[in-house]
């Protein structure tokens, strides 16, 4: 695919009301229960994009009926799980696709290849292929150990007790959970201190609730889910995804600019939710209303001394806003990042080491030294990571002469982005 080069012009002062689309963390994570459930189910709002359209094709390629339409998708699964696919299951560069589906796919019978981009194949994937094993599902890594492509070959989940290593994601972790109801019987799913981005089992505990399982807590680090369960199948409503909203609010906050996102639910249990409260700490007032969440900039940005473990994907968007603070800001406890549809860690310090930030990159985290932000001699990279892309535009609200090589990337999570910045900041697509 050729590069798309996308010049950012200067805005002062953005302001408006944007609608944000639906979360890509729940329209996987619904997708996925869906199938594992009786009848036809019919998900909202969903987000159409590209990571969530390679989980849909990979059900789709299990056998379950999957049916796009205006603002929502109907899925139907099949009466037995799951056909054997004659093809390799390919799943791009989507990390949450990767880790979620072989443990969905485990709890049916048959063989299936899982593959993907040459990016995705030194991802790793180890935790789960491990969980795996030790409920007695055969799985190969056909490549390097711990590393797409795997193929697993399964005659079910057996019932016990695993323990999951989400110290590189959450997503090992959720990918047990959202099985486990779907096993021979019941199936004691622990983990270990630290879980990457916690808040994300959350979502997937709190949406398993809500589609009629039944678990219990043994301890902070142990879950009991009863099995075989059945997920109820039912109308869901995706919530507007606070990751996408984010560059809205940070564009408020670097050009003093007041913009309003919807529908975002200010109590809602995504972790990314919470970058706002880091904006509050760095001078923006924010109003939270029952379906919207609202950001004004202020005339100085504070620089902010911030653990990001809980909300990582948010780290490029709070580097970026951290570029334009008044001295020095510290992000702290992301050495997951590196591990993501990039190396974000060096990929974002190298991007700010083009517009003139002096920026240290640490094994886990960056520090930035704020106010120093000039225009670019060359062209910011995207580096095939959609929130580099998206963070990057910021910059160029701010200082001339910024252009995004790579710009197409953003279809991965948002494929409206550019039409909807271009009419937030200038008033036109």
């Not at 930030?357 to 985290?365: A, C, I, M, N, R």
């Not at 704020?370 to 609200?397: F, K, N, Q």
């Amino acid at each position: 695919m050729n590069e798309i080069l996308k010049t950012i012009k200067t805005a002062q002062r953005v302001r408006g009301k944007v609608r944000i689309p639906g979360s890509k963390s729940i329209t996987h994570r619904a997708l996925l229960m869906a199938a594992l459930s009786q009848g036809t189910s019919e998900i909202l709002n969903p987000l159409f994009a590209q990571d969530t359209e390679l989980t849909a094709k990979a059900l789709g390629m299990l056998g379950v009926d999957i049916q796009w339409e205006k603002d929502k998708v109907r899925v139907q699964p099949p009466a037995e799980k799951w056909s054997q696919p004659k093809e390799p299951v390919f799943l791009g560069n989507s990390g949450t696709s990767m880790r979620l589906l072989p443990a969905v796919a485990a709890v049916g019978r048959g063989a299936v290849l899982f593959d993907g981009t040459a990016r995705l194949r030194e991802r790793p994937v180890g935790p789960i292929v491990d969980a795996l094993r030790s409920l007695g599902v055969e799985v190969k890594c056909l490549g390097n150990e711990g590393f797409p492509p795997i193929e697993i070959e399964s005659r079910g989940l057996e019932k016990g007790e695993v323990r999951v290593d989400a110290t590189q994601s959450s997503q090992f972790l959720s990918a047990l959970l959202i099985a486990a109801p779907c096993a021979l019987g019941d199936l004691t799913v622990g983990w270990n201190d630290p879980v990457a981005s916690f808040p994300y089992v959350a979502i997937t505990l709190a949406m398993m609730e809500e589609w009629g399982i039944d678990f219990e807590w043994l301890d902070e680090h142990r879950i009991k889910i009863r099995a075989p369960q059945v997920y109820r199948s039912r109308t869901y409503t995706v919530e507007g995804d606070c990751s996408s909203a984010s560059y809205f609010w940070a564009a408020s906050a670097i050009t003093g600019g007041d913009i309003e996102t919807h529908p975002i639910r200010p109590g809602s249990v995504q972790g990314d939710c919470g970058l706002v409260s880091v904006f509050e700490q760095m001078g923006c007032r924010v109003y939270r209303n029952d379906e919207s969440v609202r950001v004004v900039g202020p005339e100085v940005l504070r620089p902010v001394d911030m653990d990001m473990n809980r909300m990582p994907d948010m780290v490029p968007t709070l580097a970026l806003v951290a570029a334009f603070a008044q001295g020095r800001s510290h992000i702290r406890n992301v050495a997951h990042l590196r591990v993501k549809e990039s190396d974000r860690l060096h990929v974002v310090a190298s991007q700010l080491g083009k517009l003139g930030v002096p920026v240290e990159e640490l094994e886990d985290g960056l520090i930035i030294e704020g106010g120093r932000v000039r225009s670019p001699g060359e062209a910011l990279e995207a580096h095939d990571d959609h929130r580099i892309a998206m963070s990057c535009a910021l910059a160029g609200l701010r200082v001339e002469g910024v252009q995004i090589l790579g710009a197409e990337s953003v279809a991965k999570s948002f494929p409206e982005f550019w039409d909807i910045f271009d009419e937030l900041c200038y008033g036109k697509t």
